[in-house]
């Protein structure tokens, strides 16, 4: 059984930082293509970042210059470092992981989210 859990979310003030884990059991993590997403109060789902394989990470314009994303596939975990945190990014932000690509309608397995709440 797949288990994907998401920690290290919390409130901070604007300019900030938290670092979010991603920790998955039960699958071949190094198969896989793993990604974080997050969905604000009445927005939509938007990808944050995604690391591929063997590839650099994308972000999103939103995440560039501010997060960055690492896997350690020896680990099983997915990391991703955000720094200067505005309100913008107030949001629960989920882990998932894909075996095609990184779009959210592909992903096989999704973690149960993280909560990120930044106070200006």
């Known amino acids: 059984q797949v288990q994907v859990v998401e920690s290290g979310g919390g409130s901070v003030q604007a300019g900030g930082s938290l670092r979010l884990s991603c920790t998955i059991s039960?699958?071949?993590?190094?198969?896989?293509?793993m990604a974080w997403f997050r969905q604000a109060p009445g927005k939509e789902r938007e990808g944050v970042s995604c690391?591929?394989?063997?590839?650099?990470?994308w972000y999103s314009d939103s995440a560039k210059g501010r997060f960055t994303t690492s896997r350690d596939n020896a680990k099983n975990t997915l990391l991703l470092q955000m720094d200067s945190l505005d309100s913008e990014d107030t949001a629960m932000y989920y882990c998932?992981?894909?075996?095609?690509?990184?779009?959210?309608?592909?992903?096989?397995?999704w973690g149960r989210g993280t909560q990120v709440t930044v106070s200006s």
């Open positions: 690391n591929w394989r063997n590839d650099p990470p």
């Open positions: 998932a992981a894909s075996l095609r690509d990184c779009f959210g309608s592909s992903m096989d397995y």
């Open positions: 039960g699958l071949n993590f190094a198969d896989y293509i």
